[in-house]
């Protein structure tokens, strides 16, 4: 086997055997089983087997991270509607499941092991700084944390479901439609057209 199919099937079988135990519960010897390698063979590609966790999530991660940050500016400077950057970065998740799913619930061990409290305080501070961009004046921080929750449990609905994409659209479709005329009447501004 070619060392680059040696490392696909490790980066594999690494994650499978991490989404079934998490970090802390896999098994280098289950992973390289599952890969059809040695333990040596492991060694030659990763240092241990956080290596392979961080290999596993670090690009995708810091690509989220980028368009995530990109989106808070189209919106904060509102160049792009909401609802089209909603779905937009919906769409980014679901395409990419098992990486949240790893960071969420699999990272015990690891140096991502706070990451869903960090992704939800993150996502409070983006969010806060969208709110006010919209408002007349500032939003209560209270407020802004509400939202959040629900809107982190909505997506992590639509997340963790086995729904196809078409079918978390149209759903994202009709929650859009609830969450807008909410926002809309707690920022006294609409979202079907862009803010001048």
Known sequence: MADFDTKAALMKSGKAEF????????????????????????????????????ALVKDDLSDYLGRYNAMLDRLAWKIQLPCDTETDMMDYLVERR????????????????????????HFEKTFQVYLDAYAPGA????????????????????????YDRERIRATMDRLQVFTQAGLGALLETRFDKRPA
């Not at 939202?147 to 963790?160: H, N, P, T």
């Open 19 to 54: 989404l079934e135990h998490g970090f802390e519960g896999a098994s280098l010897r289950a992973i390289c089983t599952r890969a059809h390698v040695t333990t040596g063979a492991f060694y030659a590609h990763f240092r241990h087997k956080e290596d392979l966790f961080e």
């Open 98 to 121: 098992d990486l949240f799913r790893l960071l969420f619930d699999c990272s015990n061990g690891t140096k991502y092991a706070q990451f869903k409290d960090e992704f939800i305080t």
């Open 139 to 162: 939003v209560n921080s209270d407020v802004t944390k509400a939202l959040v929750q629900m809107k982190f449990s909505q997506c992590m609905y639509l997340l963790y479901s086995e």
